[in-house]
Every structure is written in structure tokens, then in C-alpha cells.
């Protein structure tokens, strides 16, 4: 069994900043990507950022140059900073993983997190 645990999140005021992390633990053989997905009431849940084992990275137009990516492999951690925050960043992010667990590792099967909410405030 997986887990994939989020925290960091919470309220905070336009401009502000967060830094989201999550961690997968259990049942990890290896990881190919994590990545951060958001949902806000009345919309679908929308890639915010992703990144592959390698160091790749990936960004929705919107967050470009205001939110970062970062990994730690050896930790099976992911970071999301979050910085000049407004209110249309408002919602529950997810954190995201493509793996492949010890019990079937030629299988890549995604997983998610329970998610945090980001409420930022005008």
C-alpha cells in the first residue's frame, strides 16, 4: 500500500507565500513523477506542476514564474512554492505520483494525496 500525505497549506493573504510538501511512503519501488494538481469549487482539478525523476519539470501557464517545483529522491518528498499568491490560486491542491510499487514493479500506477487547502485572501 501507498500514501501520499500533504501539508502546509492554509490561509494566507494576497502576495503571500506557502511551501507545500508531500511525501510517499509504503509500498515504493520506484517513482517516475510527482506533480501538484489544485481544484477550486465549480471546476475540474487542473495540473499546477509536475516533475520526473530526471529533474523535469512541467508548469501551468498560470503559475509560471510565481510557483516552483522541487524534489528530494531520496526522501520521496515533493515541494510546491508557492510565492505572490492571489486569490484566484484558492482551492485544495493534491499532490500526485506515477510508481511503481515493490509488489508490482512493472506496473506504473498513479496515486494520490487526501489534499490541502490554499485560501488566499485579496
Known amino acids: 500500500q501507498v500514501q501520499l500525505v500533504e501539508s502546509g497549506g492554509g490561509l494566507v493573504q494576497s502576495g503571500g507565500s506557502l511551501r507545500l510538501s508531500c511525501v510517499a511512503s509504503g509500498d515504493i519501488f520506484s517513482i517516475d513523477a510527482m506533480g501538484w494538481y489544485r481544484q477550486a469549487p465549480g471546476n475540474q482539478r487542473e495540473l499546477v506542476a509536475s516533475?520526473?525523476?530526471?529533474?523535469?519539470?512541467n508548469y501551468a501557464d498560470s503559475v509560471k514564474g510565481r510557483f516552483t517545483i522541487s524534489r528530494d529522491n531520496a526522501k520521496n518528498t515533493v515541494y510546491l512554492q508557492m510565492n505572490s499568491l492571489t486569490p484566484e490560486d484558492t482551492a485544495v491542491y493534491y499532490c500526485d505520483a506515477k510508481l511503481r510499487a515493490r509488489s508490482f514493479p512493472a506496473s506504473v500506477r498513479e496515486y494520490w494525496g487526501q489534499g490541502t487547502q490554499v485560501t488566499v485572501s485579496s
Open positions: 516533475t520526473t525523476s530526471r529533474g523535469n519539470t
